[in-house]
């Protein structure tokens, strides 16, 4: 599925192919929460790094989070891309897993189908004013779930197919 986004100024817009475009998985740990989140959470979609393609690139910045754990500090080698201009959080590149990019489903402009269930993960760092829906549809999470992002498309019938591939 071919999606749009943009940051709230206007100064950066994007597309990529996304194979995993439903926003199902809020995350509630300090960097999403800090970097992209208002509502204690942010949504990443699954696209194709070699489908990015970027208006604006001179108002981009990157961060790269530091995961604190007790006493020991580590940088991230994933790239959270935002609009110098406004803040906003546009997507997240890590070289680990170079043929993905994970959009923020904030920045989306496309319309994105609706999620059959919500998966709330990272609930171990969530901020305690927080408060995580409890639905018949809601499943959650202390820590990552099991299944990954792509798996989870596939299961409930949703992974979409890149051009060109079969």
């Not at 979609?45 to 500090?73: F, M, N, P």
Request: net charge negative; aromatic share 8%.
């Amino acid at each position: 599925m071919r999606i749009e986004g943009s940051c709230h100024c206007g100064r950066v817009r994007f597309s990529c192919e996304a194979y995993a475009p439903v926003p199902y998985q809020y995350c509630y740990c300090s960097i999403c929460r800090k970097t992209a989140g208002g509502s204690g959470s942010a949504i990443n979609l699954g696209a194709y790094a070699d489908t990015l393609d970027v208006d604006g690139r001179e108002h981009l910045g990157i961060y790269h989070a530091k995961i604190r754990d007790g006493d020991t500090c580590t940088i991230s080698s994933g790239e959270r891309h935002f609009c110098t201009g406004c803040g906003s959080a546009l997507w997240l590149f890590d070289p680990e897993w170079p043929e993905l990019v994970h959009p923020h489903a904030s920045a989306i402009d496309t319309p994105l189908p609706e999620a059959p269930e919500r998966m709330h993960i990272l609930l171990d760092s969530k901020a305690n004013w927080v408060r995580v829906p409890r639905g018949p549809n809601d499943r959650h999470a202390q820590h990552y779930p099991d299944e990954s992002l792509e798996d989870w498309h596939r299961r409930h019938g949703l992974l979409e197919a890149r051009e060109g591939r079969r």
